[in-house]
């Protein structure tokens, strides 16, 4: 079975700061992993995804994230947030096998001071 | 926008009711994801359709029950409500079943059981 596990149920950074969302994954077969951005009243976006090949993806919005194997994580992060960075992040990974379904974190709320 | 549509945005009714929630996916896409949020359980996946067929089930009550219809349209039926049901209902859709593929969401159903 596949799990994911968000480090950090809430972070906030500072306008300008780095901003850094942490995932470690549980698989028993090369995984696939997204990062989706869920704003205020709407739906989850998509912002990368990693399947396979290189292991830094970059997304939408200045957000990449790097597949590293050896630590089964797969962290978001962004050189300098902005104001509309603030949102809810969510890590998936998935699909597996015969399931097709995406096994999401618990998600982490990002905060982006003035 | 996604592509991804459901029907209503809100929905407010009583226990014991039945309600149906209404989603059509991307033009093109054959696979249709049912997930609900909530606060407690975070997002979980209840039940894939593909091109009118059952795929997959997850964490779907007895009381809950979906279908793809030919034009590939989905419905989720929800019956003898519980408020413990109240929550964000979510579609998705990906264009076939590969592994790797994205899934799009639609903005949801908010479903409120008083």
């Known amino acids: 079975a596949q799990s994911v596990t968000q480090l950090g149920s809430h972070v906030s950074v500072s306008e300008g700061a780095l901003v850094l969302l942490r995932c470690n994954y549980s698989s028993s077969v090369p995984p696939y992993l997204f990062w989706y951005v869920q704003y205020p009243n709407q739906g989850l976006q998509l912002l990368l995804k990693y399947t396979t090949g290189a292991t830094l993806v970059k997304g939408i919005n200045g957000f990449e994230a790097e597949f590293k194997k050896s630590e089964t994580s797969f962290h978001l992060t962004k050189p300098s947030a902005h104001m509309s960075d603030a949102a809810e992040y969510f890590c998936?990974?998935?699909?597996?096998?015969?399931?097709?379904?995406?096994?999401f974190g618990s998600g982490t709320q990002l905060t982006v001071l003035p | 926008d996604s592509g991804v549509t459901q029907t209503p945005k809100h929905l407010i009714t009583a226990t014991g009711q039945r309600v149906t929630l209404r989603c059509s996916p991307r033009?093109?896409?054959?696979?249709v994801y049912w997930y609900q949020q909530s606060l407690d359980q975070g997002l979980q996946f209840l039940i894939h359709y593909y091109n009118g067929e059952e795929r997959a089930k997850g964490n779907i009550l007895e009381r809950f029950s979906a279908q793809q219809f030919p034009d590939l349209h989905s419905e989720l039926n929800l019956s003898s409500l519980e408020l413990g049901d109240s929550a964000l209902y979510f579609c998705?859709?990906?264009?076939?079943?590969?592994?790797?593929?994205?899934?799009?969401f639609g903005p949801g159903t908010r479903l409120t059981v008083l």
């Open positions: 998936a990974v998935g699909p597996s096998g015969s399931a097709r379904q995406l096994t």
């Open positions: 033009s093109g896409d054959l696979s």
């Open positions: 998705a859709s990906s264009v076939a079943t590969g592994q790797g593929q994205e899934q799009f």
